[in-house]
């Protein structure tokens, strides 16, 4: 795609330049948007805290990071000639080839020319005078522009324990997602990772290959099912490619987008032996089938969650050697799938390796990190090197770490205190021209599908715009009421929203969040499609047009 009337380069001495957008984060959502504006000659920069492109992909360098999507449906499918020519080696590609992906992403489309990497925004101000947005960096630049886009990341705000003592330890730390670009060894350390959600396991099962000795620590335990990863040959790449088009309608078909869809039936309405025969083919089964293909009513009936749990602690028995350690690797605060479900390679054989200890800290809280280690209420542990695995502030944290002001100085965080209020999770009333990407209140699912949906529909919305000569865009306030009620009452039944988790709001490491929310879109991918084109049909309906 040509770029039109692209932005000049920016003078070291310019306090402030002007631009038609500015897009905040360079990850998969942000690239896309940069594509997608310049077909509407507009005049953008993108701002992007890190020094490449990529997002999650360029930040979570962690071992281990790789998709737990097949690769081949995480791609973008807007470029057949970008489909051509890339081939997967994986089917569940790691960290690495998905960052090598996206920078020849940003390579094929000259996208870095409109990029201004180590630019971490630190507030957004909206002027009602101006219909402009001030935008600032944390190292004094600033910017306007008439449209704000945020691509910030569902999961991109992370977050360290509330542990005293963190600052004091002498050995090697970080957290996950701010992993060294420089390789890191483990040959001969004693290791701590603190965490076992979904990147703690990912990289728990890389550290104990080489580590001297590995200590888990353990506050909530997950129900993982195994990835299952294999290579992909040039034939086999070639079978995958031929099937695109009808993979890409079957992925906008599908409740999440992936490529497993939920069985119709339930749990209870087969025979005992046919359900342990069908959760069997899930267990050995790559990627979600066993969370998003299973029985229609594991997330909403009681029973039939309690079964599909059990068969899944079952596995862990017999995976696990010590029943003692098998059982504090079972979860009993949640049921199987109302938690993300971390896809594992070998993870459960870790804890039968004499180079691994687990421990539960719900039995011996962790009361400080000290400067040789972690010091729990029975024990100090000397260590190497300490792993925080301890998660994000996720979906709506990212938001809440700027200073973003609509009309009147209203504060984005105050808005949103007790969840998020949005119309279609794109806009916020009293924050005229600012537009979300993979905001609260999307369907989210198989991400690259949702961007891809979310960016074509926000650079709909700024063609009409262009077209009628709007410069100001506001979610009127009875849209916002009846989006959020909407997202709300589509939690009712949901076995999701009785959980604590990230897919809730909560964090016990965020002050404020300790109570459970509904920031996400339940509903299915097709259902919110079909709204959003409903709004767009009826010449943006629900949207302030001036």
Not at 36 to 60: I, Q
Not at 480 to 494: A, F, I, M, P, Y
Request: hydrophobic fraction near 35%; glycine fraction near 8%.
């Amino acid at each position: 795609m040509d770029a039109v009337q692209q932005a000049e380069p920016r003078s070291q001495t310019a306090a402030t330049q002007d631009f038609e957008a500015v897009i905040v984060g360079a990850g998969m959502s942000g690239m896309y948007q940069l594509i997608r504006l310049r077909e509407l000659g507009m005049r953008v920069r993108v701002l992007e805290a890190g020094t490449g492109v990529g997002g999650t992909w360029y930040w979570n360098r962690y071992p281990g990071a790789r998709f737990d999507s097949e690769s081949y449906s995480y791609q973008f499918s807007f470029s057949d000639e970008l489909l051509r020519e890339w081939d997967w080696s994986e089917h569940f590609a790691g960290q690495p080839e998905t960052l090598r992906y996206l920078n020849h992403v940003a390579d094929k489309f000259d996208l870095r020319r409109d990029i201004e990497f180590k630019s971490r925004i630190v507030s957004a101000h909206w002027s009602e005078a101006t219909r402009n947005w001030t935008i600032a960096t944390e190292d004094g630049r600033r910017y306007t522009a008439r449209f704000l886009l945020t691509a910030l990341g569902p999961l991109s705000a992370p977050t360290m324990p509330n542990i005293p003592g963190v600052e004091s330890f002498q050995g090697e730390s970080c957290h996950t997602a701010h992993w060294p670009h420089e390789p890191v060894s483990f040959e001969g350390k004693r290791v701590a990772v603190i965490g076992t959600g979904a990147t703690g396991v990912q990289t728990i099962q890389e550290v104990a290959k080489t580590a001297k000795h590995l200590t888990v620590f353990q506050r909530t335990p997950n129900w993982c099912a195994p990835l299952l990863n294999a290579r992909i040959g040039k034939e086999e790449m070639e079978r995958i490619r031929a099937g695109y088009p009808e993979m890409w309608q079957r992925c906008l078909e599908t409740f999440s987008c992936f490529l497993h869809t939920p069985e119709p039936r339930k749990t209870f309405e087969v025979s005992a032996e046919e359900r342990e025969a069908f959760w069997e083919k899930l267990y050995a089964s790559p990627g979600f089938g066993i969370w998003v293909g299973n029985f229609s009513d594991i997330l909403t009936n009681r029973e039939a969650n309690a079964a599909i749990s059990d068969f899944v602690a079952r596995k862990i028995r017999q995976r696990v050697k010590d029943p003692k350690i098998a059982e504090k690797l079972i979860p009993k605060n949640h049921g199987f799938g109302t938690r993300r479900v971390p896809l594992e390679t070998k993870y459960y054989e870790v804890y039968n390796q004499d180079n691994v200890t687990l421990v539960d800290i719900n039995e011996t809280p962790i009361e400080r990190i000290t400067p040789a280690g972690i010091k729990t209420s029975d024990a100090e542990y000397e260590f190497d090197m300490i792993i925080y695995a301890t998660g994000f502030d996720a979906i709506t944290g990212s938001f809440d770490r700027i200073d973003i002001q609509g009309t009147d100085g209203t504060k984005l965080k105050d808005r949103w205190k007790g969840g998020p209020k949005t119309f279609l999770g794109v806009m916020v009333d009293g924050f005229p021209n600012m537009l979300m990407l993979m905001g609260p209140h999307m369907a989210l699912g198989n991400i690259p599908r949702s961007i891809e949906h979310n960016v074509d529909w926000v650079t709909d919305l700024l063609r009409y715009a262009q077209s009628h000569n709007l410069t100001r865009l506001e979610a009127a306030p009875e849209a916002v009421r009846e989006w959020t009620d909407h997202v709300l009452s589509l939690g009712d039944g949901l076995l999701t929203f009785e959980v604590n988790s990230w897919m809730t709001g909560v964090n016990s490491n965020v002050e404020g969040k300790q109570v459970r929310i509904i920031n996400r879109y339940a509903g299915s991918a097709p259902a919110y499609r079909a709204r959003c084109d409903e709004v767009a049909a009826k010449g943006y309906e629900g949207i302030l047009q001036a």
